[in-house]
C-alpha cells in the first residue's frame, strides 16, 4: 500500500520556548554586547519523528557544523519515528563534530520508542524535570516485523531523576535557559575531540547582585509552514478523519448533483488523507471496509430508510477504523477519535443527508396523493430508478422494467410510496398483470 501511496506543534510548548529565548537574552541595567562567536542553534523536534522532522534534523545538523556553531540543542518531545531509517538518523546524531545535547523538553515532555534511542546517541542527554524517557527501539512505529532488537537502554518508562540515577541520563535541567547557562566551562566529547563550552558572560545587576546571560546569539529552528502542514497529515488520527470526512463529502456531493464546495472540500480532504498514507502501514482490507462501510450507509440512504445495510455499514466502519494501520498499535487512532468520526458519519448519512434529499426530492406532504394522474417528465434515464419532474420539483422515481424511460420523455403518476413517484409513459405503458385479470373476468 505505502509503495502506491507514498500532528499538531503544542503552543504552550512553543511559548515557553520563545519566552525562554527572551529570557536569556534579555539586558539588564549594563547593556551587555554579543561576542562575535558562532552562536547555539536549537532545532525543535515534536510529534513522530517522520520524513519532515527527520529532514529537519539532519539540515540542522549540517547547519550547525557549517557554521561551526558552539553548540547544537535538540530539544525532542516525540513518541517515536515513522517511515525513517533511525539507525542512519542515530549514527550521524553520534557522529557530528558539532557538539549536540539532546535536551527532553520542556516539562512534561517524553521520548519513547526510535525518539528515545535517537536521543541516547547525542554527544549529552538533559531532560526537563518530569520528562520521561524510554522505552527505546531502535525500529520505526511502522515497521511491521518481529522488534525482538530492542536497545540496551531504557528499556522502561523513566523519570528523569530516574533516567540520571540510571545513568541514561546525563543532565536534569528544568528548563533551556538553566541548560545553557550550566553548561559554561563544562566539556563535551565528540568525535572530533573534547570541546570545552563557554556560553555565558556575568554582569552586574540593578542590585549589584553578578548575573549571568548568554554571551552569544540563540537560533531556533522548527517545521516552515509547508513542513508542518506534511507532518500534520502524517499524523495517523488526522489522516483517517480525512479520509472519512473526505468520502463523506464526496457522496454528499453525488446525490447533490453539482460540483460545489462539498466536492472540493471533500476532494481536498482526501489528498490530504492519501498524502498522510503515503507514510503509514496502511492495510488495504482496513481502507477497504471504510469504504465498504459507507457503501452500506449509502444504500440505506438511497432506500430513503434505516435497516440492514445501515447496521452493516457502521460495523464495517467501526472495523475499518480499528484495523487501519500495521506496525505499532501506538499508531492506531485513540479509541475516543473512532467513536466521535463513525458517530459523527451515522449521524450525517442517516439525519443530515436524508433531510437534504428529502427537501430535494419532494413537495409539500398535503395533497401529495393527489399527484396521481399528474404529467411530467424524466430528468434523466429511467431503467427502472431515476429522477422526474413533477409540479416544477424533482422527485426520485420508479418505472415497469418493461417500459423503460429515456430523459426528456413525457410520463404520468401512477401512485406515490413514500418519496418515491411510481410513472409510466404516457404511450406504451406496460399493462399490470391484475388489471388484466380483472378485465377477463368481467
Known amino acids: 500500500m505505502r509503495t502506491i501511496l507514498r500532528g499538531f506543534t503544542r503552543a504552550a510548548a512553543v511559548a515557553m520556548v520563545v519566552g525562554g ?10 547593556a551587555v554586547e554579543i561576542v562575535d562567536l558562532p552562536g547555539i542553534d536549537v532545532v525543535q523536534i515534536e510529534g513522530l519523528i517522520d520524513p519532515p522532522n527527520a529532514s529537519l534534523l539532519l539540515e540542522a545538523i549540517d547547519d550547525a557544523e557549517a557554521r561551526d556553531s558552539t553548540l547544537l540543542v535538540i530539544q525532542l518531545d516525540s513518541g517515536g519515528a515513522l517511515d525513517v531509517d533511525v539507525d542512519a538518523l542515530a549514527r550521524r546524531v553520534a557522529e557530528a563534530d558539532v557538539p549536540i545535547v539532546a535536551w527532553i523538553g520542556p516539562a512534561g515532555s517524553g521520548a519513547r520508542g526510535a525518539a528515545a534511542y535517537i536521543a541516547t546517541h547525542a554527544h549529552l542527554l538533559s531532560m526537563a524535570t518530569n520528562a520521561k524517557i524510554g522505552p527505546s527501539d531502535r525500529y520505526p512505529l511502522d515497521h511491521t516485523g518481529d522488534r525482538l532488537s530492542v536497545a540496551d537502554r531504557p528499556t522502561e518508562r523513566l523519570g528523569a531523576d530516574d533516567a540520571k540515577a540510571a545513568g541514561i ?3 536534569v535541567d528544568a528548563s533551556l535557559r538553566n541548560l545553557l547557562t550550566d553548561l559554561d566551562g563544562g566539556t563535551i566529547e565528540t568525535p572530533a575531540g573534547p570541546v570545552e563550552l563557554a556560553t555565558v558572560v556575568v554582569t552586574e545587576g540593578d542590585d549589584g547582585e553578578p548575573v549571568r546571560q548568554l554571551n552569544q546569539d540563540l537560533r531556533f529552528t522548527k517545521l516552515a509552514v509547508t513542513g508542518q502542514l506534511l507532518h500534520t497529515l502524517d499524523a495517523p488520527w488526522v489522516a483517517y478523519f480525512l479520509l472519512v470526512v473526505g468520502l463523506s463529502l464526496i457522496v454528499f456531493e453525488f446525490y447533490a448533483a453539482s460540483v ?4 472540493i472540500v471533500g476532494g481536498l480532504a482526501l489528498i490530504g488523507a492519501f498524502t498522510g498514507f503515503s507514510h503509514l502501514p496502511v492495510t488495504v482490507w482496513g481502507l477497504a471496509l471504510i469504504v465498504f462501510g459507507l457503501f452500506g450507509l449509502t444504500v440505506d440512504l438511497q432506500a430513503g430508510g434505516v435497516g440492514f445495510w445501515t447496521g452493516t455499514g457502521t460495523l464495517a466502519l467501526i472495523g475499518g477504523s480499528i484495523t487501519l494501520y500495521g506496525g505499532s498499535a501506538r499508531l492506531d487512532p485513540p479509541w475516543w477519535t473512532i467513536v466521535i468520526v463513525v458517530l459523527g458519519t451515522v449521524v450525517f448519512f442517516v ?6 434529499l428529502r427537501t430535494r426530492f419532494s413537495t409539500p406532504t398535503v395533497g401529495r396523493e393527489g399527484m396521481v394522474g399528474e404529467l ?4 434523466v434515464d429511467i431503467a427502472p430508478e431515476g429522477v422526474v419532474r413533477v409540479r416544477e420539483a424533482l422527485w426520485k422515481a420508479r418505472v415497469n422494467r418493461a417500459t423503460p424511460l429515456r430523459a426528456g420523455d413525457a410520463l404520468r403518476v401512477v401512485s406515490v410510496e413514500g418519496l418515491v413517484l411510481e410513472v409510466e409513459p404516457l404511450e406504451g405503458a406496460a399493462k399490470d398483470y391484475r388489471e388484466r385479470s380483472k378485465k377477463h373476468d368481467g
Open 21 to 30: 529565548a527572551f529570557a536569556l537574552a534579555a539586558p539588564t541595567s549594563d
Open 169 to 171: 541520563a546525563d543532565r
Open 260 to 263: 460545489g464546495t462539498a466536492a
Open 351 to 356: 439525519g443530515g443527508m436524508s433531510a437534504m
Open 376 to 379: 411530467g417528465v424524466a430528468e
